[in-house]
């Protein structure tokens, strides 16, 4: 049963049982007296509702009650409705430091004790607890956000007032695929997204990726990651044909109701290998491609110096990650954050890599992770287990045919001007052992030289020592190449290549050992 229809369900029974306190926890405060009112109408309760806004007023016909807005008065009057008569409800919609032991309180438990003497029923919606003595007088429920199917039901709704008055190409499909973008936001703020389409006098299947957009504004500041801007097309990636057929693959199911089968969405990819080769420009390629916002997790920024405040900080940016989804979490260098599980003395790093393995497990929000390491070995194993990542890909140096992509890719980008076909295939020679990085910082010098003197005016000569004078990795430490390149046989190729007789493209990756 869907969260919104146990908890009316439970708020009903537990209002005909006239319990004497209930607590409803939420940030939904309209759903929740919503419901309430539907109860007042449906089943004849009598329930008197106060906010500060409008004072006291009479659920089932919106009457005003009181005009005494102040929470003190409302306290006052529903002592003296309780003793006068029975079977009657208060809600309290805005109070504050309820789960302190305070004056306030304590004139809430004097209530609900008044309440439990007549056949009286207190009900408090807040987002926060409630003190434990009040509490155990009564029961408490906790309404969350839409689900799937409850969002879905609301965006069918609100679009069936609109079918006579402006095209709406939104059939079943884009409504299922509308609420799960949308959940994580209530209601009333979904509803609102809405509307702003309906202004237009429209609403067409391209508005599904402006769905995204107007979400990802509404998380814009929240704590713990930090937003990467990315735009469409501004991210291309040379070669790695092997990760991008693997991520075609799985974009369609990131969005797709897969609890039919017992499916979670897709978890996320784990990329290692040389650095300067792409792994993270393919975390923003990833997000550009498939038009979800990019948050990056710095896990070294949520360290604290107080016992317990890294994983509270760690806790809250996953927390935060699940509520913005659907998106791409980018950790980069995931080793440096979580290496060190066996001899940190406080303790601290394997509490972490307990927290995020849980989640990777546990968590069924639409979050991709794309996780990137240099040195694999560095991790602890539980995060290499399968269940984890989706899989692990192998980034090796670019071959003369991805130099080739990678090297076009940036002369698009850097320079106005065509060159020639014979000038790039010598480049492509000349970079033999550059990493995606190194091409860059070459082409770009030649771009540089382009500004300064003009696309046209750069000789052919400029682009051939732009290229010379890079000194790649592969020269400057072999030995660190030739020690992450061990790492080959342990992970899918990202190249998509088989690179000898004894390995396969596509073979499952292994624990390291």
């Not at 017992?262 to 990833?286: D, F």
Request: charged fraction near 30%; charge should be negative; glycine fraction near 8%.
């Amino acid at each position: 049963m869907p969260n919104g229809a146990e908890t009316k369900s439970r708020i009903e029974s537990y209002l005909l049982a006239r319990i004497p306190f209930v607590s409803v926890r939420t940030v939904e405060r309209g759903r929740a007296l919503e419901m309430l009112g539907e109860l007042a109408k449906g089943k004849q309760l009598e329930i008197i509702v106060h906010t500060l806004s409008q004072g006291l007023r009479d659920l089932r016909n919106k009457q005003v009650v009181s005009d005494d807005k102040s929470l003190l008065g409302a306290l006052d009057l529903a002592g003296e409705w309780f003793q006068a008569r029975a079977n009657l409800t208060v809600v309290f919609t805005d109070v504050q430091h309820l789960g302190e032991d305070n004056e306030i309180s304590r004139r809430f438990v004097d209530l609900a004790q008044l309440a439990e003497e007549h056949g009286g029923c207190i009900v408090v919606i807040s987002a926060d607890p409630t003190w434990s003595t009040l509490q155990r007088m009564g029961m408490a429920v906790t309404l969350d956000l839409p689900d799937v199917d409850e969002m879905r039901a609301d965006i069918e709704e609100f679009l069936h007032q609109y079918e006579s008055v402006i095209r709406i190409e939104w059939g079943r499909a884009e409504c299922e695929e509308a609420a799960s973008i949308l959940t994580g936001v209530t209601k009333i703020e979904a509803l609102n997204i809405l509307a702003t389409f309906v202004v237009k006098k429209s609403i067409t299947k391209a508005e599904l990726v402006e769905l995204g957009r107007a979400k990802d504004s509404i998380f814009s500041e929240l704590a713990g990651i930090e937003r990467v801007a990315v735009r469409s097309g501004d991210h291309p990636v040379g070669g790695l044909e092997g990760l991008r057929q693997w991520l075609d693959r799985k974009r369609p199911l990131l969005t797709m109701d897969l609890r039919d089968r017992g499916m979670r969405p897709p978890r996320g990819v784990l990329l290692v290998g040389v650095p300067g080769c792409g792994k993270s420009l393919s975390a923003k390629a990833i997000a550009s491609d498939w038009q979800l916002p990019l948050y990056r997790l710095d896990i070294g920024s949520v360290l604290g110096t107080y016992v317990g405040q890294s994983e509270s900080r760690f806790r809250e940016a996953l927390a935060t990650a699940d509520t913005v989804a659907p998106c791409v979490l980018w950790i980069d260098e995931i080793e440096k954050g979580l290496a060190g599980s066996g001899t940190d003395s406080t303790g601290v790093t394997t509490r972490l890599v307990g927290q995020f393995l849980y989640w990777l497990q546990e968590s069924r929000s639409r979050v991709f992770v794309v996780a990137t390491a240099n040195d694999v070995r560095a991790l602890p194993q539980e995060l290499l287990r399968s269940g984890r990542f989706d899989d692990m890909f192998f980034v090796d140096l670019p071959d003369a045919e991805e130099r080739r992509e990678i090297i076009q890719i940036y002369l698009r980008k850097y320079l106005r001007v065509p060159v020639a076909d014979d000038v790039v295939d010598e480049l492509v020679r000349l970079s033999d052992g550059f990493a995606g990085s190194d091409v860059e910082a070459a082409v770009a010098e030649i771009g540089y030289e382009a500004i300064r003197v003009g696309d046209e005016a750069v000789p052919v000569e400029y682009y051939r020592s732009a290229f010379r004078n890079i000194v790649p990795l592969v020269r400057s430490a072999p030995e660190r190449i030739d020690e992450v390149r061990q790492l080959r046989d342990r992970a899918i190729p990202a190249s998509g290549k088989v690179r000898d007789t004894a390995e396969k493209a596509g073979a499952r990756r292994v624990v390291l050992g």
